[in-house]
């Protein structure tokens, strides 16, 4: 079983920054892919990115530039870096992982069967 505990969100302005961390509690962090999802208000959950154990990333395309994931294995530890941040970008934010995704399923949610409860992450003025 995997615990994932994720934290860094909150109340940002427009083209503010924050850093989200999530938090693995498992033996074997290295091997695993983590991905980052998004859900807003009325939404359905989306992607937003993920990096695999190999360290290669992916993006949605809405965020390449502004977002970067980015894992420490040595600390069992995810982080989401999100610069420039749009009103758009409010939603709560949950970390995902799986040992078993494959590179084409890695931005769908049901390829990971561990999930963190979630961060709400707030843009406004």
């Known amino acids: 079983q995997v615990q994932l505990v994720e934290s860094g969100g909150g109340l940002v302005q427009p083209g503010g920054s924050l850093r989200l961390s999530c938090t693995a509690s498992v033996q074997t962090f290295s091997r695993y892919t983590f991905g980052w999802f998004r859900q807003a208000p009325g939404k359905e959950r989306e992607f937003v990115a993920a990096i695999r154990y190999s360290r290669t990333t992916h993006y949605r395309e809405s965020v390449k530039g502004r977002f970067t994931i980015s894992r420490d294995n040595a600390k069992n530890t995810v982080y989401l870096q999100m610069n420039s941040l749009t009103p758009d970008d409010t939603a709560v934010y949950y970390c995902?992982?799986?040992?078993?995704?494959?590179?084409?399923?890695?931005?769908?949610?049901?390829?990971?069967?561990?999930w963190g409860q979630g961060t709400q992450v707030t843009v406004s003025s």
């Open positions: 995902a992982a799986d040992a078993q995704v494959i590179l084409s399923s890695i931005g769908n949610h049901a390829a990971y069967d561990y």
